[in-house]
């Protein structure tokens, strides 16, 4: 910035002299010549090569030269003088320098020069090779020089990438498992008291329920999946009143549910699902040997092709579900016990009926915190006459990892029932509620 402002200044200084010496348009040459000194011109043209020169000399600094990266052949003539021993076997044995590498040609040039100054000025050599490598400062342990014409493919020529064991090896391909099991159990047990005179009355009765849940899930994580889900849950409590009967039940359900679905878009599937739904214990009227169900009376049916949607939420989906809607699903209801098949709306001499109609199942699972799960199921199913419509609700309270304490509500709705038919009693028949409360223990896989 400094040259710069000398070099205006000098600038100025020459256009300052050089309008001195103009004059007006009517002056003639011999007063110009009188009035302008003899040496102004040379003035000036000393002034614009000074001016030349600052300007070059300006675009030099401006000039960065790029200098040579550090070369380790050059440590040799750039350390302190030292005796090696590569320049004297050079001088003995009268190498030829006349070679096209210039890697070569480089080292047989620094050997020439270190040559001339151990025969020319031997007193300034401060040091030998051997006293280097006692401090060792040079590596000994690389012996083979490397020459131009060596090529890095012919030293591995010879070499396997195959590792040598002793025993043969055997490869084992496994392909990923798209298949998921789950499963949990509970076992609760129940205890109620009333004494004789109590004043709303009531019946002193020991109860039990177990459950048992088991889950088996495909999903290839493009197209296909496929649930598969076993409920079991089996309940007695005692009772006194009953004289023909010492336990009756109070949970008695067999249900598998399976479906199969196609991805049709993101959690949108075509799916088939497939409900089968009976009991396990025989169950009897009060103060009769008559049978009112048992297993596979009833066997109910149900065959719904339709849509699925996976619904999930959290971010660790703390709230999953699964709605399978079917505009057109076929159930059948399958009795076994000839005795009992009006109970379940069959013609007498029948065992099974077949009814068409829409149907919509949602299962949902909340783990609304780390104590509180909540489960539940919904069914819903018309054959544009009579419905069907359940809703099973289960909260498990972990106590521990083993206690829990649950509680299950189960209205339903049916006005398919033999009593809502006949006419006999159109006052809430059609509408049930289930509900009991369990402490006991638990285990989930």
Known sequence: MKRLTILLCIYMLAQGASSAIRTDDNATPSAMQDEVPADTSLLLNSYLQAIEELARERDSLNNVKAYPSPNAYYFQILSLPTLYNSPLHQMMSRADSTTADPQL???????????????????????????????????????????????????????????????????????????????????????????????????????????????????????????????????????????????????NVLRFTTNAGYKAWKNLYYSLQVILQTQLAPNYKKNSIHLSSKFLSPLEVTVAPGMKWEISCGKKKQFTGTLHMAPLAMKVVYVKLDSIVTNFGIEEGKNQTTTFGPNVTFDMRWQICKQLLWTSRIYWMSDYEYNICEWENNFNFSLTKYITAKAHLYPRFDNSNEKYRSGEDHDGTYFMFKEWVSLGLSYSF
């Not at 400062?137 to 195959?162: F, G, H, P, W, Y």
């Not at 048992?212 to 005692?238: C, H, K, M, P």
């Open 105 to 251: 040609q480089r080292l047989f040039s620094i050997r020439k020069a270190l040559s001339q100054l151990y025969t020319e000025t031997p007193q300034l050599v401060v040091q030998t090779e051997h006293e280097i490598r006692g401090q060792s400062a040079i590596r000994s342990d690389v012996n083979d020089m490397l020459q131009s014409s060596d090529k890095l493919a012919e030293k591995v020529a010879a070499a396997t990438l195959t590792p040598e064991v002793d025993e043969p090896v055997e490869v084992i391909t496994r392909r990923p498992n798209f298949w998921k099991f789950s499963g949990s159990a509970s076992l609760e047990f129940i205890q109620n008291h009333f004494s004789d005179n109590w004043y709303k009355g009531g019946e002193s009765n020991y109860a039990g329920n177990s459950s048992v849940t088991l889950r088996a899930n495909y999903n290839d994580q493009r197209r296909i999946s496929w649930e598969n889900t076993l409920d079991a849950q089996l309940g007695f409590q005692t009772t006194e009143k009953d004289e023909e009967h010492s336990f009756r039940p109070t949970s």
